[in-house]
């Protein structure tokens, strides 16, 4: 199980394009700095659907909250997940981290908004 | 000139898929709410030739008129069956081509395709090792090859670089291999759009577009 650490795009006014990390894998969990603004977009063009599943750290009066997790259709999957408050999802570091139920097909662009 | 609204996807911690809208006249003037300031335009383009989008900007600053935003979303690239390598001739033994390779002009998924004499081509699987947009690195075996006939398959990932290409032995050597890319559509994200520098009086984005074939936009909106 490897760490992998995504870098968002920062949006700008002046418009660009986003980056897609692909080849995605089941055995590995990502990371992305979340300072409270990130939106992740998921696409999968595999013929099955995807699992992501979002750690949430936090607790409610010493209660665990249930990880988010999200289906991401075949084929044409297309979902954007935001707000991802800080204080839910972020881990020690400030950090999103999120795992994949398998990786051949599906991408994810972490977002920025400045 | 109509004026359209297009309502925007409020992005939620449960997931959203945008809508992603047509527009009908390079004539229409496109409203989108946006009271905090706090909506996304995303644009694809599929269309060979790029498209331009004009943001009204009413706001002025000491008196002058502050220019609209202007963006051009990129055209779709056009697949190229042999764009990142030359067909490459059979030699009766697998090859590893690692000169000769052209990257994309913009990450892409991969292609290969057999030609050739067909009683040539087998049922093989081209592998590809490069990097993604955010340079990982990344392999992938293609899908097979049908065998005894001109076949093309694609990758499901998306690759920014080609470093090695793996092509195992056809079974003849009248067979071809050409490494290519698929089409690659043109698209790009607008975020923040400012309330007090672009919204009119009544606290919406207006943007009008050059050309409409083949242009959908989204506006998303953070909650």
Partial sequence: MAIVDLSPTVLTTAGLAPNYATDLSATDVYR?????????????????????????????AGQSIPDFTYTIPATTGDIW???????????????????????????VAALQVA | MPIVDLDPTVLTTAGVTPSYAAISAATDVLRVRNPDGKVLLHFKNVNAATRTVTVDVPS?????????????????????????????????????????????????????TSGGTATDIADIQVIVTGTDAMDRVITETLPIFTENSATTVTSTETFKTVTSITIPAHDGTGATTAIGFAAIPGETIVAPLPAGVVNDDAGNVVFTVSAVADLTVAAIALS
């Fill in chain 1, 32 to 60: 992305v700095r979340n300072p409270g603004k990130v939106v992740l977009v998921f696409k999968n063009i595999s013929g099955t659907s995807r699992t992501v599943t979002v750690d949430v750290p936090a607790t409610v």
């Fill in chain 2, 60 to 112: 002025t600053v000491a008196g002058q008129a502050v220019p609209d935003f202007t963006y051009v979303v990129p055209s779709q690239v056009a697949a190229v069956t042999n764009g990142v390598h030359a067909a490459v001739t059979d030699t009766a033994v697998q090859v590893v081509v690692t000169t000769g390779i052209t990257n994309p002009t913009r990450p892409a998924r991969i292609t290969a």
């Fill in chain 1, 81 to 107: 997940v935001a707000p991802l408050p800080p204080g839910v999802v972020n881990d020690d570091a400030g950090n999103i981290v999120f795992a994949v139920s398998a990786g051949d097909g599906l991408s």
